[in-house]
């Protein structure tokens, strides 16, 4: 009996000795305690990242200030997936410029993201159409539709074009003040006459640029200084120097009046001598007849008036026939 005692004993010595500290048993249960628990911090840590990216995915986009585009085309042109777009990974940089390119009227786009709520708010402005330009050089063919500022909305290929923006622009509820005016832009030998070089979307090339905006500030002007004559004006055409004493000029078609010439640099004095001049013909009754003679007027006499009027010096009015025009 005492031979087993002490045999259980020193089984039992040898079973305590192997969880002391240091002993080898021990550390293999430390590192596997510390192996489920990384196990399960992992796990925790998934699902609450998994938990944390459905709760931050887009749900919610809302769309205002749209005119020309309804809020499904804005909402299609952003590229959004609601339900797969995680908020935090959403550029609104990026949104932005993808909806401009994609929406040639659209101006501005201001955008409110909302973590917490998991939603968008876009707001869009839109550019509105101001005139139909050609190049003097694709007479009838090649028009583009721009804004005021000369941006890019849309192409035409013929002559049509312009009545079929004009029905359209009607169809779509604009005032009858919103007219879409009619520019001939001067060629210049250094450029693409072909007009659809042009991207949609962006500001026409600083030459043509710089042509544009001369019309836009005749228009400008008459809308000011001579609102009579808008009723009648069909189109501004813009001439490069010929010869180099006039400077460049700019052409006015109008109904029931012949072409009328205006200095680029004297557009203000020249409108307001073509007001004169139309006021003088009203009350003096003068009607336009054809000449073969070109003769100065001075401003205030009798208008005997053949194919084009020539204000381009100051108090001075030339006529005479197409024959005998200067550019």
Not at 32 to 42: A, E, H, M, P, V
Not at 52 to 74: K, N, T, W
Not at 219 to 231: D, G
Request: proline share 2%; hydrophobic share 40%; aromatic share 8%.
């Amino acid at each position: 009996m005492q031979t087993n005692t002490v045999a259980n004993h020193r089984i039992f010595k040898a079973t305590v000795a192997d969880y002391r500290p240091g002993s080898n048993r021990l550390s293999q249960l430390s590192v596997s305690k510390l192996l489920i628990q990384i196990c399960i911090g992992l796990f925790s840590l998934l699902t609450l990242g998994r938990l944390a990216v459905d709760y931050f995915d887009l749900q919610h986009v809302s769309i205002s200030g749209g005119e020309r585009y309804s809020e499904a085309e804005i909402f299609y042109a952003s590229g959004l997936n609601p339900g797969q777009d995680l908020m935090l990974q959403i550029s609104l940089g990026d949104l932005k410029q993808q909806i401009r390119r994609n929406l040639s009227y659209v101006k501005g786009v201001q955008i409110a993201k909302h973590n917490f709520a998991r939603s968008l708010n876009i707001e869009v402005t839109e550019r509105k159409p101001f005139a139909i330009v050609q190049d003097q050089s694709r007479l009838n063919e090649q028009f583009i539709l721009v804004d005021v500022e000369g941006f890019v909305l849309e192409y035409a290929d013929t002559i049509k074009g312009l009545e079929a923006f004009e029905a359209r622009r009607l169809a779509e509820g604009f005032e009858s003040t919103d007219t879409i005016h009619h520019f001939i832009l001067a060629e210049h030998g250094n450029l693409n006459p072909d007009m659809r070089a042009q991207q949609v979307g962006t500001q026409i090339d600083s030459r043509r640029l710089s042509d544009f905006l001369l019309c836009r500030l005749v228009i400008e002007l008459i809308k000011e200084k001579r609102p009579e004559l808008l009723t009648k004006l069909r189109t501004i055409e813009t001439f490069a120097t010929r010869p180099s004493h006039h400077g460049d000029s700019v052409v006015l078609y109008c109904d029931n009046l012949p072409k009328i010439w205006l200095s680029a640099d004297l557009i203000k004095g020249g409108l307001q001598n073509v007001g004169i001049f139309l006021r003088s013909m009203a009350s003096e009754k003068y009607r336009f007849s054809r000449t073969s003679e070109r003769k100065q007027l001075k401003v205030g006499t009798q208008p005997l008036v053949g194919e084009y009027l020539d204000f381009r010096f100051e108090n001075v009015m030339y006529w005479g026939d197409k024959e005998n025009g200067q550019r």
